[in-house]
């Protein structure tokens, strides 16, 4: 009697330990989007055949880089026919949904497309919330400082070439904000008033170089902070303070904090960090 109604408690609870068990490993996985395709104007097979693996591509390399964004990425394509770049235009847009616009010449080919910077900028965007306008240097200099290590993850570049393409425009940021009095959030009325866009989308890129230095003394990095982030915190809807406060909790530092507050009183931009 006592066997029988213990084995058949067991008989009836299997069912219910595994299912527990499967919710439990569902809880755990981080949750994954895919990508929404939204083909705004008429595009040939052919010329899909060239940027849905260019997209697919991208985002895959974002997320071998960062892990899995917990969202949908709908993509927006629209032509540009005759124009001398593959993209020669792209943008975000997270209003009810996490968006990206491209307009393309698919006259190019795919090698071409996998060269262009344009899409690992700005799937990178989505790794962070929309900050506001007055944050532009910050969400910027986030993309650009990603975009070359999401190529080199997706194939398109090696170390070595991300290294200097990075290094190219961030010297020229640099060196444009040598002589300026102000920090570069005081100097971004002037810079988009002057249309400086790569002035502050690579200074931007010094706040996110120094901290993923710093973070690699002590054997941690950008990439393995933004991981973790991404699956406890990314749907939050923070401004930049409670943002960089996340990302200091996420990776039991204070760096994200200092160095914000560092780049709000240093003339221009603080100092690269050193081997840069
Ligand atoms: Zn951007």
Known sequence: MEFSSLSKLKVTCAPLFALVALAQLLLSLPVQGAIVWHWEEDFTELEQETLVP??????????????????????????????????????????????????????????????????????????????????????????????????????????????????LKMKKAVAALADTTVSLPENMPDLKARRSYPTFYWGGAVYFERVDAALKQQDSSLPQVLSAYLQCCRMHRPDLDALVSTLDRVSDTSLFSRELALMRITPGVPARPLGS
């Open 54 to 167: 260019w997209l697919t591509d991208t985002h895959s390399a974002l997320e071998r880089f960062v892990g899995p964004l917990p969202f949908d990425v709908h993509v927006y394509m629209h032509r540009r026919d005759g124009a001398d770049q593959p993209v020669p235009w792209a943008n975000t847009r997270r209003n009810n949904e996490q968006a990206l616009y491209f307009y393309v010449n698919p006259e190019f080919d795919r090698a071409s497309f996998m060269d262009d910077w344009t899409a690992a900028h700005e799937f990178s965007h989505l790794v962070l919330p929309y900050l506001g306008s007055a944050n532009a240097w910050f969400a910027e200099g986030f993309a650009s400082y990603m975009q070359h290590s999401v190529m080199v993850e997706s194939g398109a570049i090696d170390d070595a070439e991300a290294f200097r393409r990075r290094d």
